[in-house]
Structure formats: structure tokens, C-alpha cells
């Protein structure tokens, strides 16, 4: 079963478009040990989240595959890991407050939303970040932010932000496969 840290790593792995990224590496940018990073991406490979390919002369490689880290972005993370915002705090502005989501002038005097940090910049209401590490790790790698900022504007189920946060998701990860439509809403007797 997945747990939200899966989903960060899975992300800064996509940011940092190497190759191979030794998990050592990858734990000390993220500020996780290393085992949780290891197993973050055990959980990807079981949920095929993460691809292994096999090469004759090197060690297996391991790939996100960006379709599927898509696909659950845009169809499963609000229902798997929904966010309740909570009271006003200060922060870093994520969801359609993020500046690479442009959807502040969709939503002008609203508070944004924002990862709660003692020195962020704006005051919003605070929206828990998917792992503890997020905002840290967002200050210093643009491409992980829009990620993250994308995936929380689809976590809050805002309408007008979700459509934003689509073209985002689909421009770093990739076009996706035939992502299946929401049902329709079923009237129940």
C-alpha cells in the first residue's frame, strides 16, 4: 500500500532527470533516512509506479514510470490522500497559490493555500504538505515544487485549479495515457 512519501520521492526522482540516483543521495535531499527512501520506491515497484529495467552488463535500473505517476496524480491522490485545509497560518503558497500554477487571478481575495512554515511569506490557510520535508525541499528545486503545488491543488478538490494543475502534472511527467473519465454521480435509492 502506498503511503505519501512514496508519492514525494517518486516526484524528486522526476525532478532531478538523472538516470540513476543513489539513494543515499536521494534521502539526503529529500531529509528522509535512507530506508524510507528505499522503501518508498520498493512500495513504487509493487504498485508499478516504478519500472525496473534490466540490462545485461549493469545492476537493474529503476524507472518512474511517468504515465502511471500521472495517471494516479490526476485520478487517485484526492481520494487516497485528501487534504483538509486547516486555520490561517503563514506559508509557502502551494495549490493555486503556487506562482507556476497562475491561479491567483482565478481567485482574487480568497486566502491561498499555503504549506505552513515559520518563515514563509505569505498567510493562507495551511495545507499539511503530503511528507514533512516538502516545503524545504520545494524552496530549493523549482520543478519538485510544481509538482507538489500541482498535486495539492488537485488534493483540495479545487475546480478552477484543477484544470491548472492538469497542464502542469502533464507537461513534467508526460502525456497521458487514456485517462479515464470520473463516473458520473449515481443517484442512490
Same mark, same amino acid.
Given at each position: 500500500?502506498?503511503?505519501?512519501?512514496?508519492?514525494?520521492?517518486?516526484?524528486?526522482?522526476?525532478?532531478?532527470?538523472?538516470?540513476?540516483?543513489?539513494?543515499?543521495?536521494?534521502?539526503?535531499?529529500?531529509?528522509?533516512?535512507?530506508?524510507?527512501?528505499?522503501?518508498?520506491?520498493?512500495?513504487?515497484?509493487?504498485?508499478?509506479?516504478?519500472?525496473?529495467?534490466?540490462?545485461?552488463?549493469?545492476?537493474?535500473?529503476?524507472?518512474?514510470?511517468?504515465?502511471?505517476?500521472?495517471?494516479?496524480?490526476?485520478?487517485?491522490?484526492?481520494?487516497?490522500?485528501?487534504?483538509?485545509?486547516?486555520?490561517?497560518?503563514?506559508?509557502?503558497?502551494?495549490?493555486?497559490?503556487?506562482?507556476?500554477?497562475?491561479? &491567483? !487571478?482565478?481567485?482574487?481575495?480568497? *486566502?491561498?493555500?499555503?504549506?505552513?512554515?515559520?518563515?514563509? #511569506?505569505?498567510?493562507? @490557510? $495551511? +495545507?499539511?504538505?503530503?511528507?514533512?520535508?516538502?516545503?524545504?525541499?520545494?524552496?530549493?528545486?523549482?520543478?519538485?515544487?510544481?509538482?507538489?503545488?500541482?498535486?495539492?491543488?488537485?488534493?483540495?478538490?479545487?475546480?478552477?485549479?484543477?484544470?491548472? &494543475? !492538469?497542464?502542469?502534472?502533464?507537461? *513534467?511527467?508526460?502525456?497521458?495515457?487514456?485517462?479515464?473519465? #470520473?463516473?458520473?454521480? @449515481? $443517484? +442512490?435509492?
Amino acid at each position: 500500500m502506498l503511503k505519501p512519501q512514496d508519492v514525494v520521492v517518486l516526484c524528486k526522482l522526476v525532478s532531478l532527470e538523472a538516470p540513476q540516483v543513489p539513494i543515499h543521495r536521494l534521502a539526503a535531499e529529500l531529509k528522509m533516512s535512507p530506508s524510507e527512501v528505499h522503501h518508498a520506491i520498493h512500495r513504487g515497484v509493487e504498485a508499478r509506479l516504478v519500472e525496473v529495467v534490466e540490462h545485461r552488463t549493469l545492476a537493474h535500473e529503476k524507472r518512474v514510470n511517468r504515465a502511471a505517476l500521472l495517471e494516479l496524480c490526476l485520478t487517485g491522490l484526492k481520494y487516497v490522500f485528501p487534504v483538509q485545509p486547516l486555520s490561517h497560518a503563514r506559508g509557502m503558497p502551494t495549490g493555486w497559490a503556487a506562482p507556476m500554477l497562475h491561479g &491567483a !487571478e482565478a481567485h482574487p481575495g480568497a *486566502l491561498p493555500p499555503v504549506w505552513p512554515t515559520a518563515d514563509g #511569506p505569505v498567510t493562507g @490557510v $495551511a +495545507v499539511p504538505p503530503l511528507y514533512r520535508c516538502v516545503p524545504e525541499v520545494a524552496r530549493r528545486d523549482p520543478t519538485f515544487y510544481a509538482l507538489m503545488a500541482a498535486v495539492d491543488a488537485l488534493r483540495t478538490r479545487c475546480p478552477r485549479a484543477s484544470r491548472n &494543475a !492538469e497542464v502542469t502534472l502533464i507537461s *513534467l511527467l508526460g502525456t497521458p495515457r487514456a485517462v479515464p473519465a #470520473p463516473p458520473r454521480q @449515481v $443517484a +442512490v435509492l
